[in-house]
């Protein structure tokens, strides 16, 4: 079945550096949400995506669609701990199903 | 508003023992999902439901069946747990009319923490 591929699976940074994760799907995606789970929380929703080459900002971060609509990225500005969590994508397909990606988990360094 | 209720927060079952999850949503959605996340698979869907009186099954239904009791509320039932079944299950809802609707969004419970020994 078709997938949504998410990188990396962790990323480890200092606390103020920047931190992304890319999302790719072998086919052309309708839109594609993001969510965050926070440790042993529930995924909450952060933003969609609609349009071709969209870009859009939720103060530190920022958001892209790609031109062809099969590929997205999030990416954080300057993290803070309160950043800490898992981030996934969620694509929907042609068939209008939302395809998941495996989540990227952000780590904050001591 | 509570949101997306879920219950038990925990549970430990046998082999073979059966159980039922509950999900009840108070924000009037029409759309209703059960999910299964297991560590670095991200979630994958169960079963959802569009409407009242109406399931459909999703990516992994094989040893679950749900039932829509009402608007509010859409369950979860394993009638012979499994080891494979052990995961922590996430009930969502949504105001779209349905899975493949666009611009939908998904509210999720706090989730249950299942183990089968």
């Known amino acids: 079945g078709q997938q949504v591929m998410q990188i990396p699976q962790y990323q480890h940074v200092q606390e103020g550096e920047d931190f992304t994760t890319y999302c790719n799907s072998s086919t052309t995606l309708s839109n594609i949400q993001w969510y965050k789970q926070r440790p042993g929380g529930h995924p909450v929703f952060l933003i969609q995506?609609?349009?071709s080459g969209e870009v859009k900002k939720q103060k530190r971060l920022t958001f892209q669609f790609g031109e062809a609509k099969k590929n997205s990225s999030l990416h954080i500005t300057a993290t803070q701990t309160t950043d800490v969590g898992t981030y996934f994508c969620a694509g929907r397909d042609s068939n209008y199903q939302l395809i998941w990606g495996a989540g990227t988990k952000l780590i904050i360094k001591p | 508003n509570a949101g997306v209720t879920q219950n038990p927060k925990f549970q430990v079952l046998k082999t073979g023992q059966s159980m039922t999850l509950q999900c009840a949503q108070d924000m009037n959605h029409n759309s209703m999902y059960w999910y299964r996340q297991d560590p670095g698979m991200g979630l994958r869907l169960i079963y959802y439901s569009a409407s009242e009186g109406t399931t459909d099954k999703g990516e992994v239904p094989n040893g679950y069946n749900v039932s829509r009791l009402n608007k509010r509320e859409f369950s979860l039932r394993l009638e012979s747990a499994a080891p494979s079944q052990t995961s922590v299950y996430f009930c969502a809802s949504s105001e779209a009319p349905g899975q493949g609707y666009l611009n939908e969004k998904l509210f999720f419970g706090s989730g249950t923490q299942l183990s089968v020994l």
């Open positions: 995506l609609v349009k």
